[in-house]
């Protein structure tokens, strides 16, 4: 089911919703709503769900609660002497309340980007940017077009043919980075998005407000101090206060950490179509992103589980079927009526 004609490249956030409902009422989706899943075992066959409102089992289970469910902050030395605000980028909230403030992003990934968008249009005192690796960084338009909906051509490129278009782009656009401060990406955007899966950052405002030096690219935090931050070249800043745009964790360790399918930062070891043979109808979706953004990954990744469920589910009955004895009709067509004397066959061909 696709957006209603006339729904502009990027939709406001009502109008994402309002499709989602759509959707659910097109389909008739049986959706419970304010269900909180707990623990999900293997009981020999089928799986059991603790949840709030009691014990749920089920053949097959997705987990689609995806990989950036859970705000994570690093854990600097002396952040707890930090006079100043502390908070994620998910926490951002609305950038007026930023005027006037002297605020420090952590991170240029996307997230970060996002912020920077937005303190660009904000008359703040001061805005800093702390930076380890630069991103792989695309307009958010470029002639017009919204450059995201190039991402299908992007992906049927190559791995490395890829990386060097978006390199191309990059540079097309914003020139070279690294004179306004940036350090070069560590990888190319579609090899970091494969191998740590680090997404493609968005500039709307962010370039030019550092070019225009209202936003002031900076090393690496080293620690927190009372009266600030210091840097990896031991400089001192003091924003008032810290947006740490450092990603996420899926925080899937209480509900399927004992099964062994999570890796040491938590993200599930198969997704989309695959899957452990040795836990049959578990599945997992949106664990991985995508170059052609999340609602296309979505839709994907589900027909691929859509098409394995069903794969396991014919195998399954065939394999019933074979266990099941078939009834031998000759026994039953010599066996003598009730009351009878059993006569010899007789030899047809003698």
């Not at 949840?51 to 030395?77: C, E, F, L, M, S």
């Not at 609305?94 to 996307?110: H, I």
């Not at 955007?189 to 936003?215: F, H, P, Y």
């Amino acid at each position: 089911m696709n957006y209603s004609e006339g729904t502009p490249a990027f939709p406001h956030k009502s109008a994402v919703v309002d499709h989602l409902n759509l959707f659910v009422r097109h389909h008739a989706l049986a959706i419970e709503y304010g269900i909180h899943a707990g623990e999900v075992s293997f009981a020999g066959g089928h799986w059991v769900i603790q949840t709030n409102a009691g014990t749920r089992t089920a053949r097959h289970v997705v987990i689609a609660t995806g990989r950036d469910r859970v705000p994570y902050i690093p854990q600097w030395n002396g952040m707890e002497n930090f006079s100043g605000e502390i908070i994620h980028s998910a926490a951002f909230g609305d950038a007026k309340t930023y005027s006037q403030r002297r605020v420090l992003v952590v991170g240029a990934g996307n997230s970060g980007f996002d912020v920077l968008n937005h303190l660009a249009k904000v008359d703040t005192a001061h805005v800093w940017l702390s930076a380890r690796n630069g991103p792989t960084l695309l307009p958010k338009r470029m002639f017009r077009v919204a450059v995201h909906l190039l991402s299908p051509l992007i992906a049927r490129l190559p791995t490395k043919a890829a990386d060097a278009a978006m390199a191309a782009t990059q540079r097309l656009a914003f020139g070279d980075l690294t004179k306004i401060g940036l350090p070069p990406a560590a990888a190319g955007g579609v090899s970091r998005l494969i191998s740590q899966n680090t997404a493609i950052a968005t500039d709307d405002g962010a370039v030019e407000a550092m070019k225009a030096g209202k936003v002031i690219v900076l090393p690496e935090v080293r620690e927190f101090t009372p009266r600030g931050v210091i840097l990896a070249n031991g400089n001192l800043i003091g924003p008032d206060i810290v947006i740490a745009a450092t990603g996420y964790r899926t925080g899937l360790e209480p509900m399927v950490g004992k099964l062994g399918v999570l890796d040491g930062k938590g993200v599930p070891l198969f997704n989309g179509g695959d899957h452990d043979p040795t836990l049959p109808g578990l599945w997992f979706t949106g664990m991985r992103p995508n170059v052609q953004g999340c609602f296309a990954n979505a839709r994907m990744q589900a027909r691929a589980i859509a098409k394995a469920i069903v794969t396991s589910s014919r195998r399954e009955a065939r394999q019933q079927r074979q266990k099941t004895p078939q009834q031998s009709t000759t026994a039953s067509a010599i066996r003598p009526e009730a009351g009878t004397r059993s006569q010899p066959v007789q030899n047809p061909l003698a």
